[in-house]
Nanobody, 120 residues
């Protein structure tokens, strides 16, 4: 049973923008921290941004000021607005959800991932 579905990835030039979406089942969305992880080629998966049920956010330092995470509770959807994209933002972006979700501990639920490629 698929419970997290991402969309919005693609190929973009450096300096451009993309918006990722993650649709979750209502049960998962309303009671879990939601977040975006990314995995670049040859690197470990890392937390990019997270948002609590109450709307508190956290970002990895490299995306602060460029990325914005948000959630629409009525649509059970989480977004990641990515601006001023850089080549180092390239990777597979995964939607994640869990009661606990931190930089060192991912949540229990994963989406299938969406590829983001930034050309320089």
């Amino acid at each position: 049973q698929v419970q997290l579905v991402e969309s919005g990835g693609g190929l973009v030039q450096a300096g451009g923008s993309l918006r990722l979406s993650c649709v979750a089942s209502r049960m998962i969305f309303r009671s879990n921290v939601m977040g975006w992880f990314r995995q670049a080629p040859g690197k470990q998966r890392e937390l990019v941004a997270a948002i609590t049920v109450g709307g508190s956010t956290d970002y990895t330092d490299s995306v602060k000021g460029r990325f914005t995470i948000s959630r629409d509770n009525a649509k059970s959807t989480m977004y990641l607005q990515m601006n001023s994209l850089k080549s180092e933002d390239t990777g597979v972006y995964y939607c994640n959800a869990g009661v606990v979700l931190t930089r060192t501990r991912s949540g229990d639920y994963w989406g299938q991932g969406t590829q983001v490629t930034v050309s320089s």
